[in-house]
C-alpha cells in the first residue's frame, strides 16, 4: 500500500547540483522518516540522508555531509533531496525509502534495515 517514486536525475557537470523528489503515497508524511540511498555500479546500497518527518531532524552520511540537504513538502507529500558540489563519485541510481518509526536518530537509519518499501530509483550521473 505504501508507494514511493523517485524522480529528478540526470546528467550533470562536476560541481552541479540537482534536487531529487520522492513522491510518496499509501501514506500520511507527517510520522515517517524517509532515508535517501544509492547504489553505484557494482557497489552496495549506501545510505546517504535521512528526514525525520516526525520532528523535523536529519541525518547524513560523512560522504555527504555539507553537500547534500534533505526537506519535506508535507503538502504535496513529497521529500527532496538537494545535492550541490555533485562530483563523479556521487554517479549512482538514487532510492527513497520509508519507515514507520518516525525518527532519523543516528547511522543505522542509514543502513536498509529500518525501512520497508522502496522507490524505483532515479539514475544521477556526474560527468564532464
Known amino acids: 500500500e505504501v508507494h514511493l517514486v523517485e524522480s529528478g536525475g540526470g546528467l550533470v557537470q562536476p560541481g552541479g547540483s540537482l534536487r531529487l523528489s520522492c513522491a510518496t503515497s499509501g501514506f500520511t508524511l507527517d510520522d515517517w522518516a524517509i532515508g535517501w540511498f544509492r547504489q553505484a555500479p557494482g557497489k552496495e546500497r549506501e545510505g546517504v540522508a535521512c528526514f525525520s518527518t516526525l520532528d523535523g531532524t536529519a541525518y547524513y552520511s560523512d560522504s555527504v555531509k555539507g553537500r547534500f540537504t534533505v526537506s519535506s513538502d508535507g503538502a504535496e507529500n513529497t521529500v527532496y533531496l538537494r545535492m550541490n558540489s555533485l562530483e563523479p563519485e556521487d554517479t549512482a541510481v538514487y532510492y527513497c525509502?520509508?519507515?514507520?518509526?518516525?525518527?532519523?536518530?543516528?547511522?543505522?537509519?542509514?543502513?536498509?534495515?529500518?525501512?520497508?518499501?522502496w522507490g524505483q530509483g532515479t539514475q544521477v550521473t556526474v560527468s564532464s
Open positions: 525509502g520509508s519507515d514507520d518509526g518516525g525518527y532519523c536518530s543516528g547511522e543505522y537509519y542509514l543502513t536498509e534495515e529500518p525501512y520497508e518499501a
